[in-house]
């Protein structure tokens, strides 16, 4: 299985210029993707650089015919004058969904920061080796009391999921919103996190959790030991991110999946946005 996830802003890309086909092509020019997990996707926001107002969720969607679309709206709100707008993250896949879960993230009174709300997007999808959820994220950038605090609440997803893996079937409820669908600790997580691989959250991420629920690996890490994790953000965008190079995309897998990646890699060669977009293959 082949999964990109990728901090598209909005599909504005260093030229300026904002092009949801280019961000389409650049992501199967890296790899024939099965699952292409997004942030910072748009509906009705022409105040954003570049942007046109449309729906973006829409249009990723028509752009990828046979995929199902997943939008996961952080930013939900009606302006007057411009109407109802929408911020967030999207998961498009192959693999049908079995069950989606929207998680909307902590964002604890923050008086020194601008922050935005924020969004967990679960899908539980069906993989060649049985259920598989995949959550994408996109953390606080300006508040690391918010980062700090979604962080637990993502580990706290990962226990529950575990929990959730032990629930008996229940026929009875088959075909009701009570029916029991699967959910489990067998997991990719990824996203924009707002902060370099060497911040204490990306270890906090990784930290043992309670009940015996296998943790978090860092992906990059297992595959790569013996390198720096590539930058992700600041090789195009030097004025956006002021001549620094760094790392804030991440895919982490669960310790049980561990074994099963085979290949990650950063693409460093497209400007189509501030980040770059980050492949994984495993065996799912």
Known sequence: MRLITWNIQWGLGVDGRVDLARIVETARGLGDFDVLCLQEVT????GLKGNDGGDQFAALARLLPGFHAIDGIAVDRYTDGVGRQQFGNMILTRLAPLAVLR??????????????????????????????????THLEYYSALHRAAQI????????????HAALPPRPERVGTPFEVRPRNARAILTGDFNCAADDA???????PLDGGAPAYCDAWTLLHPDRPHAPTVGLYDIEQWQGRR??????FVSADLAPRAQRIVVDDATDASDHQPVLLEIDA
């Open 43 to 46: 509906r009705n926001y022409p």
């Open 103 to 136: 998680h909307q993230l902590p964002q604890p009174a923050d008086p020194q920061s601008a922050t935005m709300p924020r969004l967990a997007l679960e899908a539980v999808l069906a993989a060649p080796g049985g259920p598989l959820r995949v959550t994408t």
């Open 152 to 163: 637990e609440r993502l580990r706290q997803l990962q226990a529950e999921a575990a929990g």
């Open 201 to 207: 959250l990306i270890a906090r991420v990784q930290a």
């Open 246 to 251: 760094l790392c804030f995309d991440f895919i």
